[in-house]
């Protein structure tokens, strides 16, 4: 006997559903792009929801079809989150950094048929618009009194066009296992490569992510996405606010540290972005020392690497703990989260900050392994790094059109990351396979040289690159932009690196420059730096 239980889709729409049923009243503050902040509730976002996906019927969107947004973080993209899913359309989240062509690559590869974009990104559309094949619409996402000019030829004006149906519209009915939506890696490498989530793995994704080791979202919270909805599946804040009924706080466009102070002042009490957020947010703190941050509680910091500085100014100047994470678009994207297991209650404060230093342990839904170039398992010792593998029911089995499994044969995924485990199944990522410095056969983390080279006060960015040497390899170079007005030696830059590291891993030289490199996604671009070098014609002293 089996099956007696009733099949209940997990679909997205559920989601926004149980908000609006169960928490209707709870808040979604906006600033929105035209200025103003905006007050919602998880009801009218439903409302506004189900409207967009009546008019994208209304335009012939179907299930199958992809709907493209590229939009900061607001209510109205919050709208539109469930507003294409509900209309059977899987959402495709278009990073506004990307560079032109891969702009135009991604929307003609995915296929979009529909793009709606924030009023200010106008001109990026604009200037790619006779390159895109598939897109039969662009829906500009203000007012009427807000529409910009444009020479795109019939833009409609979203509140307007929301307006037009009432709403008395039920979701499109489909598989739990349909496209809900897609993000692209950001293409450090190649082509970005397309992860299609679907409403199954973005709901199961959303219950882990809310789980108290995890998040630990309730309905008595209120959660800031400064992470953009358009960045690896918004972290999936999008779905997991909501689903807990938690209130959000939605920053918009200005994601400067002044800006984002004061949204946090709307009664923030857990946040999340990548630690170049934090660490701007954490130098306007200091140089306006009147302000606190009385109401907040937990930062998520993921993304890239984050710097122990972060961790302790968070935590033991104003009391915020933070919650160091990894995960890759690839995970939808959560991988893993540092909250603290018995074991590391028991541990002094300062230990206990070593082991925030690593990215944490896994929700259920994430298995985790590491193993050498030959995939054999490698220990949990703390010490052995090796490649890591992800699988689960929210990590990516195929990449959207790749027309090959992206996983071995065991549903493995190869994350291309170099990590250890520790024996309780904390996981710290040393490096990305392409990035650790091979030096006379043993591997140096270029991570944990930033990391040690950013604990000088006059360092502003620190990137680590292996330079070809004829003897060992590679020898290890720090690659240093400096606070401003601050003059800081490179011995003395050295000098705090040697207190971490063995005398055969401490970089051979300190080059300055003025700034670094970076992806669509604000990560050092390792790839771009080590052309600039290469231009420079550098050469290793000695
Ligand atoms: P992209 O690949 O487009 O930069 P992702 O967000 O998918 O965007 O990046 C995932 C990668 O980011 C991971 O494979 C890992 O290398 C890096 N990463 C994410 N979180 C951390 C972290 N906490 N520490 C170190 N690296 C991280």
């Not at 506004?96 to 924030?118: G, T």
């Not at 293409?187 to 199954?200: A, E, Q």
């Not at 993921?302 to 994470?325: D, M, W």
């Not at 700034?515 to 420079?536: C, D, F, N, V, Y």
């Amino acid at each position: 006997m089996h099956n007696l239980m009733q099949n209940w889709p997990l679909r997205v729409e559920r989601i926004i559903d149980h908000a609006a049923r169960y928490h209707p009243n709870r808040k979604i503050i906006s600033r929105s792009v035209e200025g103003p902040v905006t007050h919602s509730n998880y009801s009218e976002i439903r409302t506004k929801a189900l409207q967009v996906a009546q008019a994208l019927s209304g335009l012939g969107i179907g299930r199958g079809d992809v709907v493209g947004v590229m939009a900061w973080n607001t209510a109205r993209h919050l709208e539109i989150w469930y507003g294409a899913p509900g209309a059977g359309a899987a959402l495709h989240t278009l990073n506004p950094r990307l560079f032109a062509d891969q702009m135009v690559y991604v929307i003609n590869h995915a296929e979009d048929k529909i793009l709606f974009v924030d009023h200010d990104l106008i001109p990026l559309i604009e200037a790619i618009w006779d390159k895109l094949t598939t897109v039969k619409h662009l829906i500009i996402m203000t007012d009427a009194d807000h529409m910009p000019e444009t020479k795109i030829p019939g833009a409609i004006c979203y509140e307007d066009w929301v307006a037009s149906v009432d709403g008395d519209f039920e979701w499109v009915k489909g598989e739990e296992t349909d496209a809900c939506g897609i993000c692209y890696t950001s293409g450090t490498t190649g082509n970005p490569k397309g992860v299609v989530y679907t409403h199954r793995s973005n709901t199961l994704h959303a219950l882990a992510c809310q789980s108290p080791d995890m998040l630990g979202l309730s309905s008595r919270e209120t959660i800031m996405p400064v992470v953009p909805l358009f960045h690896a599946n918004g972290w999936s804040i999008g779905y997991t606010a909501p689903m807990a009924g938690a209130q959000m706080v939605m920053p918009g466009r200005d994601m400067s540290p002044a800006g984002l102070y004061e949204m946090l002042g709307h009664g923030v009490n857990i946040t999340a972005a990548v630690p170049t957020i934090w660490l701007l947010l954490l130098q306007y703190l200091e140089a306006n020392q009147e302000l606190e941050l009385p109401d907040l509680e937990r930062v998520v910091i993921g993304g890239s690497s984050c710097p122990r500085a972060v961790i302790e100014t968070f935590q033991n100047k104003y009391g915020v703990q933070v919650l160091h994470a990894w995960g890759m678009t690839e995970l939808s994207p959560l991988g893993t989260i540092c909250s603290f297991k018995p074991e590391v209650m028991e541990l002094d404060p300062d230990a206990r900050v070593d082991v925030q230093e690593t990215t944490g342990h896994p929700p259920f839904t994430v298995d985790l392994k590491i193993t050498d170039d030959e995939g054999r398992i490698l220990p949990w010792d703390s010490n052995t790094q090796g490649r890591l593998w992800a699988r689960g029911d929210a990590v990516v089995g195929e990449y959207l059109k790749g027309n090959q499994s992206a996983t071995d044969s065991e549903g493995w995924f190869d994350t291309g990351d170099v990590a250890t485990m520790d024996p309780h199944g904390y996981m710290a990522i040393r490096d990305r396979s392409k990035d650790v410095i091979k030096s006379g056969g043993e591997w140096i983390s270029s991570i944990d040289l930033e990391n040690a080279a950013l604990g000088h006060p006059d360092v502003a960015e620190a990137a680590a690159v292996g330079v070809p040497h004829p003897k060992w390899d590679e020898r290890p170079i720090l690659v240093i932009v400096r606070k401003p007005g601050k003059e800081p030696e490179p011995a003395d830059i050295l000098d705090i690196v040697s207190k971490r590291f063995a005398k055969w891993q401490i970089p051979d030289d300190v080059v300055f420059m003025d700034e670094i490199p970076h992806t669509a996604t604000g990560k050092i671009s390792k790839l771009q730096l080590r052309g600039i070098l290469e231009e420079m014609n550098y050469k290793l002293p000695g």
